[in-house]
Antibody, heavy 121, light 112 residues
Framework: EVQLVESGGGLLQPGGSLRLSCAAS????????MNWVRQAPGKGLEWVST????????YYADSVKGRFTISRDNSKNTLYLQMNSLRAEDTAVYYC??????????????WGQGTMVTVSS | DIVMTQTPLSLSVTPGQPASISCKSS???????????LYWYLQKPGQPPQLLIY???NRFSGVPDRFSGSGSGTDFTLKISRVEAEDVGVYYC?????????FGGGTKVEIK
């Protein structure tokens, strides 16, 4: 069964750092682009970041560029999101999502259950 | 950025009746290679989104055939031929032609 399980969310103060993880199983992890999408409480979906299957190419929303870093460890089938200089507006459920193929121009066909990040003083 | 505009914001449907959701993009989503990078997702209450339709009109694995997608260029439609109780939730369109990837604001579907 194809599965994505996020972890690492929590409550922290503005300016803090956090690393999210997404453990993948049931598919050849290195063959697929992977993504992070977030959803603020009561709001819609916002794309955050994408990484190619090899990890060589990364892409970010302007709202997180320079503060967040996406990475992957294909030997561990795990996707990461390092989040620095966190702001209140980063408060959201963060979903890990598998690309439907190697290209970044693809649907997100499998989603994890999400992990909540709350930034508040 | 490509802006995705969905209408209506919400929809209340009698079970067994059809429903239709519109999604308009601020630029054509047709790639030079011939594909159109428009997708539809459903987020059921308390759940992560799930892929329904990819590249305008292709149903994802396991998606019932009462769901269909159509459109081209900048105008797209998701249709549910006969709404069932399990179809409640928020529907989102998304484009992946250009970065940043962008979603529509969502259409909430409720059952009467």
């Amino acid at each position: 069964e194809v599965q994505l399980v996020e972890s690492g969310g929590g409550l922290l103060q503005p300016g803090g750092s956090l690393r999210l993880s997404c453990a993948a199983s049931g598919f050849t992890f290195s063959s697929y682009a992977m993504n992070w999408v977030r959803q603020a409480p009561g709001k819609g979906l916002e794309w955050v970041s994408t990484i190619s299957g090899s990890g060589d190419s990364t892409y970010y929303a302007d709202s997180v560029k320079g503060r967040f870093t996406i990475s992957r460890d294909n030997s561990k089938n795990t996707l990461y999101l390092q989040m620095n200089s966190l702001r209140a507006e980063d408060t959201a459920v963060y979903y890990c999502a598998k690309g439907r193929g190697a290209s970044i121009m693809n649907a997100f066909d499998i989603w994890g259950q999400g992990t909540m990040v709350t930034v508040s003083s | 950025d490509i802006v995705m505009t969905q209408t209506p914001l919400s929809l209340s449907v009698t079970p067994g009746q059809p429903a239709s959701i519109s999604c308009k993009s601020s630029q054509s989503l047709l790639h030079s290679g011939g594909k159109t990078y428009l997708y539809w997702y459903l987020q059921k209450p308390g759940q992560p989104p799930q892929l329904l339709i990819y590249e305008v009109s292709n149903r994802f694995s396991g998606v019932p055939d009462r769901f269909s997608g159509s459109g081209s260029g900048t105008d797209f439609t998701l249709k549910i031929s006969r709404v069932e109780a399990e179809d409640v939730g928020v529907y989102y369109c998304m484009q992946s032609l250009r970065l940043p990837l962008t979603f529509g604001g969502g259409t909430k579907v409720e059952i009467k």
